[in-house]
């Protein structure tokens, strides 16, 4: 299996884990900083790859960068899902999710020295827009507060940071290992919450409001958020970072078929507008990526 069809699966599976955390932040788990606690401190489950790969013990600088990769994702999570709680899907993914791929295409010039061939180069950029063309809704999302589009993007630059640091760690370790250490630096930046009473309190807190139901859904999608991001961490570990984020483009499909099956009997899930004026700009936006798609494969 190549990276892109890795890649692919990725997606799907993030679409899918999408739509649940928009569910479950908004109107079951109400606290960003709770939300991201449980998902870094479900990441101590990655020490069950060991018997997969091994965990080896990297050099104290390669050991700093794959723990900061880990903390930093921590701190990207709650940003995003302040962002997500606050806001419609529809007006933070097209800027987050469009930034990501042009901070990571910049960071990986300036420290991971890559270059790309022209067409490769057009193939990104199809990508990037694309991706951002098929998640917008309405110009209104241009109108912003300048105080919330920073938000946006500090959030897409803390994603594009961790994925930048991500790639240095496979450039330098095995899969597993670099992974691994990872996990658990968001499993120890979560821990370094309890030491606040105030966070510590709204988490347990939380935690007893939390229904079963709620808590069956929510360890579903972190098991499918589990398995998406290996793949993804896996195809960053094949092959271009900034290739494999500007790929995401697709989850927007993936969002918008999963939003036009479910979306007229569960809006309060997922929304999605299907006017003749929206459906041509989806159209557009996906024959870019798939021309995209295509350049990277000539």
């Known amino acids: 299996m190549n990276w892109f069809i890795i890649t692919i699966i990725?997606?799907?599976?993030n679409a899918i884990v999408f739509i649940i955390d928009k569910h479950l932040i908004t109107a079951k788990i109400k606290n960003a900083t709770v939300y991201a606690f449980y998902v870094g401190f479900l990441g101590i489950f990655s020490l069950l790859l060991i018997p997969f790969g091994g965990l080896v013990f990297p050099s104290f600088f390669q050991l700093l960068i794959s723990l900061l990769a880990g903390a930093i994702f921590i701190l990207a999570l709650i940003v995003f899902y302040n962002c997500l709680k606050r806001e419609e899907a529809s007006r933070v993914v097209p800027i987050v999710g469009g930034f990501v791929p042009i901070f990571t295409a910049l960071l990986s010039f300036l420290f991971l020295h890559e270059r790309w061939e022209t067409k490769f180069l057009l193939a990104i950029?199809?990508?990037?827009?694309?991706?951002?063309?098929i998640s917008l809704r309405k110009p209104r999302i241009y109108r912003r507060t300048f105080?919330?589009?920073?938000?946006?993007?500090?959030?897409?630059?803390s994603f594009a940071v961790f994925y930048v640091l991500t790639k240095f760690v496979y450039l330098h370790q095995p899969f597993i290992s670099g992974f691994i250490w990872e996990r658990i630096g968001g499993f120890l930046t979560v821990l370094i919450f309890l030491f606040f009473p105030r966070i510590r309190n709204t988490i347990f807190t939380i935690s007893k409001s939390?229904?079963?139901?709620?808590?069956?859904?929510?360890?579903?999608?972190?098991v499918l958020s589990a398995l998406n991001f290996i793949l993804i961490n896996f195809a960053i570990s094949l092959a271009s970072v900034t290739i494999v984020n500007a790929l995401q483009g697709i989850q927007f499909i993936f969002v918008l078929i999963i939003a036009v099956l479910i979306g007229k009997k569960h809006p309060e899930i997922v929304f999605e507008e299907v006017g003749s004026k929206i459906f041509i700009q989806k159209i557009i936006a996906i024959l870019m990526i798939s021309f995209g798609v295509a350049l990277l494969f000539i």
């Open 125 to 133: 950029i199809l990508l990037i827009l694309g991706g951002i063309l």
């Open 210 to 222: 939390i229904k079963k139901n709620t808590s069956f859904l929510f360890l579903s999608n972190q």
């Open 147 to 157: 105080k919330k589009f920073c938000h946006y993007l500090l959030a897409a630059f």
């Open 10 to 13: 990725a997606y799907l599976l």
